[in-house]
């Protein structure tokens, strides 16, 4: 079975200050790891993905297989950073993507 | 650019009626998926089609069917709506591997069951 938790429903920050979305999963073979966003009105979109190492609007995210980990990072938040992200899982032998139930990032003023 | 597009954005149907939510993907896509978004729980997975007139269920089925006759068009049916069925439903579509592109969703459609 594949799954994936995010442990923090809802995170505030202030504007300039570092920001950190924990995603943990649990997956028996080789995950493949996704960051999606869902600003407000808008459709849910891919932020990025771990296999391709890169780094979107600041964030940037790094697999760590020994703690089973996947947190999405920048360094400076922004207020337009404001959104629900959530973390997924598939498996490279299937293309089922799991979601984590999601962080709610509020960056303040 | 991938477009996935759901008929409709808002719905509201009476308890009992059959529901129908369309999904059409205009890239070519192999696969197609249904989930459902609630506050607090997150996307589940209801079903999914790896290709046309093939289905898996996923992990929340029960009161659902899929419909995938054509490659473009993904349907989700509800056989006879219930209250606990109110919700936002998602669509998304993607390549035979997630590896490089993950998945394309639709803007949703939201469903009111009275």
């Known amino acids: 079975a594949q799954r994936v938790t995010q442990p923090e429903k809802l995170l505030s920050v202030f504007k300039g200050a570092p920001v950190e979305l924990k995603c943990n999963y649990s997956y028996s073979g080789s995950p493949e790891l996704f960051w999606y966003v869902q600003y407000s009105r808008q459709r849910l979109q891919l932020l990025l993905r771990h296999i391709s190492r890169e780094s979107i609007k600041g964030f940037t995210a790094d697999l760590n297989k020994g703690e089973t980990s996947f947190h999405l990072k920048k360094p400076f938040a922004q207020e337009e950073d404001s959104a629900m992200y959530y973390c997924?899982?598939?498996?490279?032998?299937?293309?089922?993507?799991?979601f984590g139930k999601g962080t709610l990032l509020t960056v303040n003023p | 650019d991938v477009k996935v597009t759901q008929s409709s954005r808002y719905l509201v149907k009476r308890t009992g009626e059959k529901v129908f939510l369309e999904c059409v993907q205009d890239m070519d896509h192999e696969n197609m998926f249904w989930y459902r978004q609630d506050p607090g729980l997150g996307l589940r997975l209801i079903y999914f089609s790896y290709d046309v007139k093939m289905k898996e269920k996923g992990d929340i089925p029960e009161g659902y069917s899929v419909s995938r006759e054509k490659k473009e068009r993904f349907s989700l049916i509800l056989e006879s709506a219930s209250t606990n069925q109110t919700s936002m439903y998602l669509c998304a579509s993607s390549f035979q591997s997630t590896l490089n592109y993950g998945y394309t969703f639709g803007s949703g459609t939201r469903l009111t069951v009275v």
């Open positions: 997924a899982l598939s498996g490279r032998s299937n293309y089922k993507l799991t």
